[in-house]
């Protein structure tokens, strides 16, 4: 298991603030609490689909949100950006 690094990190980070800015936070909450245990599996299908969204949508991030969802550190540490953000509204 690795380490998450500072673009990681920054990354996830950038992730939790747009998902507050669609105030999506408790769900999202409950949805990376459920799916914890499944985060594998989780990215490898987001790997699988990657052809077919990109037709719809730029990819940039999608790849990359799939190579750190494949480590719990990275569910555990957006996770707690959640919480830090909800706590400030």
């Known amino acids: 298991m690795s380490a998450l690094t500072q673009d990681d990190k920054n990354f996830l980070s950038r992730l939790a603030k747009k998902i507050f800015e669609y ?4 769900p999202s909450i409950f949805f990376l609490e459920m799916a914890k245990p499944l985060n594998f ?3 490898q299908t987001m790997v699988f689909f990657g052809p077919i969204i ?3 949508v730029k990819t940039d991030g999608y790849y990359r949100a799939a190579e750190l969802f494949e480590e719990q ?3 555990e540490f ?3 950006e959640l ?3 909800g706590k400030n509204e």
């Open 73 to 75: 550190s990275s569910v």
């Open 54 to 56: 990109s037709a719809f």
């Open 78 to 80: 957006l996770i707690c």
């Open 41 to 43: 599996i989780g990215s």
């Open 23 to 26: 105030q999506m936070i408790t």
């Open 83 to 85: 919480e830090k953000l």
